[in-house]
């Protein structure tokens, strides 16, 4: 009589297979319309925004897509404007991969996938309109300096995603103190001017931009794939769109421009409806914490 072989067994046995033949493995899903995780091939993973989780600064979120995962932290700085300079204040972005993101994630070294990311997320944000320099101005002498700082503390794939998604869940979060500049030049506070200390004013974003990353393997189109699908894929595009449905940002990688031409469609398609899931997610995700204001 023959022993049952234990599931943990079978278990290891499709394990190895995997990590030998990845190829394969993948294979024999996505001939089945599905990915190993279970979802259907244009389905993006679980998502979560949360909003203020550190206290320590103006404003932050916290975004996990999977187990991509980003902490977007603000601070806010006033500075005087020179008379040759616009009336307007400044945002400054950048992204930093913690060392145990990833496996290639080097220790005192930015990556060049957070590089990509952060101008990315720049040009989105500046470039194509979303914030306006102007609200952050306090007066013709003096204006806000935002810093936005994005830590990715898992780098699991569909990193423009979840880092963009972080950006603007803080961005939609913040509030201005109520400042005033007194006859000396100093920027004061209204508690110090000797009003209400609690006095803020909302600062929005003309438009949201989402982004949705695609992975083109064997011919099916691959929404928000993992870092795994992403080494397996034959080229990846990712989109940004705005409320209209405008494209933001296209960026592509891999694979022949001409060939892929009928998955840059599917992926803008795929994106615009990625985005009212995502606009859903971030509403709630406000309204939990009191902010209706926002005018998204």
């Keep these: ?4 072989v234990p599931s943990s067994s079978n278990e290891l046995q499709a394990e190895a297979f995997k990590r030998l033949y990845p190829n394969e493995y993948y294979a024999k899903f996505i001939s089945k319309s599905l990915r190993p995780d279970g979802r259907p091939l244009g389905g993006a993973r679980a998502t979560t925004i949360g909003i203020h989780p550190l ?3 103006n404003s932050s979120a916290l975004v996990k897509i999977g187990n991509t995962t980003a902490m977007a932290g603000m601070k806010l700085q006033h500075f005087a404007i020179s008379s040759d300079q616009p009336v307007e204040g400044d945002l400054a ?3 930093e991969m913690a060392a145990f993101a990833s496996s290639e994630t080097r220790p005192g070294r930015q990556s060049e996938a957070a590089q990509c990311v952060q101008e990315q997320i720049r040009t989105a944000l500046r470039s194509a309109g979303a914030v306006e320099l ?6 013709k002498s003096h204006a806000w300096a935002v810093f936005l700082d994005i830590y990715v503390l898992n780098a699991d794939g569909s990193l423009l995603d979840v880092c963009l998604l972080a950006a603007v869940s803080a961005l939609l979060g913040l509030r201005l103190p109520h400042v005033e500049v007194n006859d000396q ?3 004061v506070t209204k508690a110090e001017m000797g009003g209400s200390a609690a006095e803020v004013r909302r600062f929005g974003l003309k438009t949201v931009p ?3 990353t695609c992975g083109l393997y064997s011919g099916h189109l691959i929404a928000d794939p993992t870092s795994e699908e992403e080494t397996l894929a034959a080229s990846l595009v990712s989109t940004i769109v705005d409320a209209s449905g405008c494209i933001v940002g296209l960026y592509k990688a891999g694979g022949s421009a001409t060939a892929d031409e009928g998955m840059l469609l599917q992926c803008i398609e795929a994106t615009k409806i990625r985005y009212k899931e995502l606009m859903v997610l971030l509403k709630q995700a406000l309204a939990e914490k009191g902010i209706q204001d926002t005018g998204i």
Aim: proline share 0%; glycine share 10%.
């Design 93 to 95: 972005v950048s992204v």
């Design 185 to 187: 030049g100093q920027v």
């Design 1 to 4: 009589m023959s022993a049952a």
């Design 55 to 57: 206290e320590s600064t």
């Design 210 to 212: 989402m982004a949705l």
């Design 134 to 139: 102007g609200e952050l101005a306090i007066d």
